[in-house]
C-alpha cells in the first residue's frame, strides 16, 4: 500500500521476533539461547573491532540484542535512552 509507512523502530520486534534497525529487519533465532549467543557474538566481534571486516559498530548492536532476553541490560537500554532523549532535549531548548 503506498499510503502505508514503516515507523523507524529500534529492538526487537515482539509480533515477527526481528530485530528492527530503523526500517531495516533481522531475524532472529527464536531460543533464548540462541539470541544470548548471537548478542554475546557481536559483543565479542566488536571488541575485536580493529580487525578487519569487524567493527565497533557491533557492540551497541549486541547489547540491543541482549536486552531482550536480560532485564539487566535491558534496564540500562532504557537508561541510556532516556539520558540520550533528555540531552537532545536540553540541546533543542538552547538553540
Do not use: T, Y
Request: charged share 25%; net charge positive.
Amino acid at each position: 500500500m503506498a499510503g502505508e509507512r514503516n515507523p523507524k523502530r529500534f529492538g526487537m520486534d515482539p509480533q515477527s521476533g526481528k530485530l528492527a534497525l530503523g526500517s531495516v529487519q533481522i531475524p532472529m533465532p527464536r531460543s533464548r539461547i540462541g539470541r544470548v549467543v548471537v548478542g554475546v557474538g557481536l559483543i565479542f566481534g566488536g571488541v575485536l573491532g580493529f580487525l578487519p571486516i569487524l567493527g565497533f559498530w557491533m557492540v551497541p548492536l549486541g547489547f540491543l540484542v541482549l536486552s531482550h532476553d536480560l532485564p539487566f541490560v535491558r534496564r540500562q537500554r532504557r537508561r541510556i535512552g532516556l539520558w540520550w532523549a533528555r540531552r537532545r532535549a536540553r540541546k533543542a531548548e538552547q538553540r
